[in-house]
């Protein structure tokens, strides 16, 4: 898919089928303002939960910082509860 240009002007008058284009088709737009691009309209990469955003970290990490990374947080995991407590409660 290639990367279309607007101006800002037509970017102002046709936001919404614009951002609708982005939305539905995963179209991106480069603004122009005087034949210079000045801003990019692209699709968000979208939400992630805090478990999906570290899911594959370990992955990404060099052989010995991953294996310490997993192993703390395994640790980390086996400490937790799952008991509800009040935390106001001395």
Do not use: C, F
Not at 35 to 55: F, H, K, N
Not at 66 to 72: G, I
């Amino acid at each position: 898919m290639s990367i279309k240009r607007i101006t800002a002007t037509e970017l102002a008058r046709n936001l919404s089928a614009v951002l609708d284009q982005v939305r539905e088709a995963g179209e991106e737009y480069v603004v122009e303002r005087g034949r210079q691009p000045v801003a990019r309209v692209s699709p968000s990469p979208g939400i992630m939960t805090a478990e999906q955003a570290l899911a594959d970290m370990h992955e990404n990490l060099e052989a010995e910082v991953s294996e310490s990374w997993e192993a703390d947080a395994r640790r980390g995991d086996a400490a937790l509860s799952d008991e509800l407590r009040d935390p106001w409660s001395s």
